[in-house]
């Protein structure tokens, strides 16, 4: 067990989570300590901050007492600001929503579009698009050197090339659109932020390079998400376009570096734990639970939060209408409540009953594509790549939403 005497306000501070023991040592000591603190943060709204399983569980599970309206997400008040000034100037008319966003039936009726797309059953429909993919990306490090950066150079792109196919963007166009992604969601990582970047123009530029794709899929609808979005209707009307935006952007960018982080930071987790990677090598059976286990143990989305609308008690501390609440999936899937060993990387472990997807009306839409994505990709990777070891020091993202593994130097051998 880690542990380090941090307090809990360093929760706000994106270099935290850099730095992986720091803040897995300060959230086991909280979850024994003072599992549901109220956190007061310079430059920050003061907000509770949930470590436990069942206290998130139970938190996710009552959606109408704690609601996702108004702010999804807890950022600096400097960032917002920032965010703020930068995309405040947009006409209305191309502000977006997203589901991530939205409570009750609202949410209900927009998740309903694309949902079943999401289930186990129809992605069996796009497998073999995902072997292929897979198979080109592990291809891709058929190189002489047998070395390369395995987070910037393949685990980036790969869920990116998948997610854009599942959207109907050619390949031709990826990089454009993750440069918009990116542009529009001001990153808390100064490496990950470029000062002449505008998300003014990024949007506009990503609006006028979506209004055709929409247009085309209303007219000749296709088998991709965008016919799907573009097509939908609600009450007899197409959603408005800055909606049919918004779900666009909220799948590619949710179901992109999520996806990223997971497989770097679990190819990490079994360079650190050879007898992981030697039992799962012996014994492919065990990809899905190893798969389970790399998104347990990487839970690339650090929080999401919600907003209290009647005064209650939970933990056994009294809370008022319009707190926020920051649920921290990290520490749920570090909790000795619900894991056996949770500081330890098992490729077997089963029950694995994470919260990195989250639980409730929210879950994750793409949690079946994100399984079968790191599936696809780890079959490959063991079937070509052999004497594979870490060549030099990985690095994690600073930022208390998304983040994981973003330098992943490793030798190895191609077959
Ligand atoms: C929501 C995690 C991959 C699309 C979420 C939430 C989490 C999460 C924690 C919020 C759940 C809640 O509030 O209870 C992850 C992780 C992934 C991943 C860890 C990869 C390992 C994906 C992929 C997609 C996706 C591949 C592509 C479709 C979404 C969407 C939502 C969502 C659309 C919003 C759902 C809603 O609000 O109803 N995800 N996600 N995610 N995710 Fe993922």
Request: with cysteine.
């Amino acid at each position: 067990m880690i542990e380090n005497d941090l307090p809990a306000t360093t929760i706000t501070d994106p270099a935290l989570f850099a730095d992986d023991a720091k803040l897995h040592g300060m959230l086991a000591r909280l979850r024994r300590t003072d599992p549901f603190p109220y956190v007061e943060a310079e430059g920050h709204l003061p907000f509770w901050l949930a470590t436990r399983h069942a206290t998130i569980t139970a938190i996710e599970l009552d959606p109408v007492r704690f609601i996702s309206a108004p702010r999804q997400v807890l950022f600096s008040l400097a960032h917002i600001e920032r965010s703020q000034k930068l995309l405040g100037n947009l006409p209305p008319s191309t502000r977006m929503r997203n589901v991530t966003a939205m409570d009750g039936a609202d949410h209900r009726v927009y998740r309903a579009i694309t949902q079943s797309h999401f289930f186990s059953k129809a992605l069996n429909g796009i497998r073999e698009d995902v072997d292929a993919i897979a198979k080109e990306f592990v291809g891709r490090m058929d190189i002489g050197t047998g070395a390369c950066d395995f987070s910037g150079d393949i685990a980036l792109l790969y869920p990116l090339r998948v997610i854009m196919s599942i959207l109907g963007v050619p390949a031709t166009d990826e990089a454009t659109m993750l440069r918009w992604t990116q542009q529009l969601l001001t990153s808390q990582d100064p490496e990950f932020n470029d000062s002449n970047a505008s998300p003014i123009t990024a949007m506009s530029e990503m609006f006028a390079y979506l209004q055709p794709l929409i247009a085309d899929r209303r007219t000749h609808p296709r088998g991709d998400i965008a016919s799907v979005i573009a097509t939908a209707q609600i009450d007899g009307e197409y959603l408005p376009d800055r909606d049919v935006f918004g779900y666009f952007l909220i799948i590619a960018t949710a179901g992109h570096d999520t996806t990223s982080y997971s497989l770097a930071g679990g190819l990490l987790a079994l360079l650190e734990n050879p007898e992981q990677l030697a039992l799962l090598r012996a014994d492919p059976s065990l990809l899905p639970t190893a798969v389970d286990e790399f998104i347990r143990w990487t839970s690339p989305v650090k929080h999401f939060t919600r907003t209290c609308t009647e005064d209650c008690i939970v933990d056994g501390k009294q809370i008022h209408t319009g707190d926020i609440v920051v649920l921290s999936y990290p520490s749920a899937n570090r909790d000795d409540a619900v894991f056996d060993d949770p500081f330890v990387f098992r490729v077997d472990r089963k029950p694995n009953r994470h919260l990195a997807f989250g639980t409730g009306p929210h879950l994750c839409l793409g949690q079946h594509l994100a399984k079968m994505e790191l599936t696809a990709f780890l079959r490959e990777f063991l079937a070509h790549i052999d004497d594979v070891a870490l060549a030099g020091e990985p690095r994690r993202v600073q930022s208390t939403f998304v983040g994981g593994v973003k330098r992943l130097p490793i030798r190895y051998r191609f077959h």
